[in-house]
T-cell receptor, first 116, second 112 residues
Framework: DVKVTQSSRYLVKRTGEKVFLECVQDMDHENMFWYRQDPGLGLRLIYFSYDVKMKEKGDIPEGYSVSREKKERFSLILESASTNQTSMYLC???????????????FGPGTRLTVL | QKEVEQNSGPLSVPEGAIASLNCTYSDRGSQSFFWYRQYSGKSPELIMFIYSNGDKEDGRFTAQLNKASQYVSLLIRDSQPSDSATYLCAVNGNSGYSTLTFGKGTMLLVSP
């Protein structure tokens, strides 16, 4: 079974702190994704990566950066946390395929981040 | 901006009934369509995907796709209380990347 793990289930930080959210997958997937999920707004893509050291902006990259130094690990960084970044953060991974059909994204358990 | 629209619900059905969940999408070039189930406090898990017009059945679940109408639906037959969850519709475009655009989800409540 594919396993996607995230470093923390719950995290509380203060405004202005630098925050690291870690995601690790064990299935050698090329693609990894970071989303945030908020009530009434759904799942929104922050950043994704399709290879080591490669990154692409998603729909809401402002205030975030990412790092992918190893294939299995994808980190989300909040350079200076703000209260509007309080949210559920979900990591996902997916195998690279030559087609866009039927490839499942596997999600980690999520990190609920509260910024005070 | 790609959009995926779902009725937020809640959709309430009695146990044993058919639940019908609907989704529309704006990007006519979309190629693959996914239904995820998300229990409260949990992460999404894939139920089904579909990429050809028509119906696709898997157990109690049937996905229906109509690309001309830009419409995808999920039918759940013999609904069970354990089906109570939020159902997310997701659409994969033709950008060359494997990204998904998610709808905001429809909450389904199945009463015993």
């Amino acid at each position: 079974d594919v396993k996607v793990t995230q470093s923390s289930r719950y995290l509380v930080k203060r405004t202005g702190e630098k925050v690291f959210l870690e995601c690790v997958q064990d299935m050698d997937h090329e693609n990894m994704f970071w989303y945030r999920q908020d009530p009434g707004l759904g799942l929104r893509l922050i950043y994704f990566s399709y290879d080591v050291k490669m990154k692409e902006k998603g729909d809401i990259p402002e205030g975030y950066s990412v790092s992918r130094e190893k294939k299995e690990r994808f980190s989300l960084i909040l350079e200076s946390a703000s209260t509007n970044q309080t949210s559920m953060y979900l990591c996902a991974s997916m195998i690279l395929s030559g087609t866009s059909t039927g490839n499942e994204q596997f999600f980690g358990p999520g990190t609920r981040l509260t910024v005070l | 901006q790609k959009e995926v629209e779902q009725n937020s619900g809640p959709l309430s059905v009695p146990e044993g009934a058919i639940a019908s969940l609907n989704c529309t999408y704006s990007d006519r070039g979309s190629q693959s369509f996914f239904w995820y189930r998300q229990y409260s406090g949990k992460s999404p898990e894939l139920i089904m995907f579909i990429y050809s017009n028509g119906d696709k059945e898997d157990g109690r679940f049937t996905a229906q796709l109509n690309k001309a109408s830009q419409y995808v639906s999920l039918l759940i037959r013999d609904s069970q209380p354990s089906d109570s969850a939020t159902y997310l519709c997701a659409v994969n475009g033709n950008s060359g990347y494997s990204t998904l655009t998610f709808g905001k989800g429809t909450m389904l409540l199945v009463s015993p």
